[in-house]
């Protein structure tokens, strides 16, 4: 008797049980496929950079980005002999991510997918200056830390899609500084930004 119920209750469940099943793939998934690429654009108040996406499947992806800063300025003096030299200052800076993504959609025909994603950081930066009253310097560091990312995208065609991305991350920053006079400082500092928004642009291949 015991096993005549086992057997109902197994029959009874089953088909419970892949429904269930069906329902979580349903709401998860996503239009993406394993083995898909994506660029990812970026643009926003703190970095530009430019990311790609390996899809492990369609609700998982690894993410590599890449975010690289600069600018150059001088510094003209005019006075009763005509234009002088004043200055200048230039500085370089890049950094990578690498990192897990977590998608998450409302069907495989989804219009609008959400994602998260964490991983590891590392740059590198320059910076120099020249001012004939004060000397020059030059300074070089790198970093390392983690990063996390939260966001959304909504897919115009198949092949391309715009979004929305919030951003945090926490690093350790190690620099060396040095003068016109020889002198050399050493300085390092742990810190982390708040949650930048920027506005994303992808393309899938």
């Known amino acids: 008797m015991n096993i005549r119920l086992l057997l109902f209750a197994a029959l009874v469940l089953f088909p419970v049980s892949l429904c269930a099943q069906d329902s979580t793939v349903s709401v998860n998934a996503t239009p993406f496929r ?12 703190a970095f530009s950079s430019l990311g790609f996406i390996k899809f492990r499947s369609p609700t998982h992806a690894l993410v590599l980005d890449l975010r690289i800063g600069g600018a150059h300025s001088e510094q003209q003096m005019t006075d009763s ?3 002088h030299f004043a200055g200048l200052s230039s500085n370089a800076s890049t950094q990578i991510r ?14 609008v997918v959400s994602h998260y994603s964490l991983g590891a950081l590392a740059g590198f930066s320059h910076s120099a200056a020249v001012f004939p009253s004060s000397g020059s310097q030059q300074s070089n560091g790198w970093m390392i ?3 996390g990312d939260i966001g959304g995208t909504y ?5 391309f899609g715009i979004g929305a991305l919030a951003t945090a991350s926490l690093f350790y920053q190690n620099g ?14 742990i810190g982390g930004s708040a949650v930048n928004g920027s506005l994303v642009a992808i393309v899938y291949f």
Do not use: C, H, P
């Not at 394993?34 to 108040?45: E, R, V």
């Not at 897990?100 to 409302?106: A, H, I, T």
């Not at 897919?155 to 092949?159: F, I």
């Open 34 to 45: 394993k083995g898909q690429w994506a660029a990812q654009f970026q643009a926003g108040t």
């Open 81 to 83: 002999t005509g234009n």
């Open 98 to 111: 690498f990192g897990w993504r977590r998608y998450s959609g409302d069907g495989t025909a989804a219009k």
């Open 145 to 147: 830390g983690a990063f």
């Open 155 to 159: 897919l115009v065609t198949s092949k």
């Open 176 to 189: 060396l500084r040095k003068d016109s006079s020889g002198a050399r400082f050493r300085d390092w500092s």
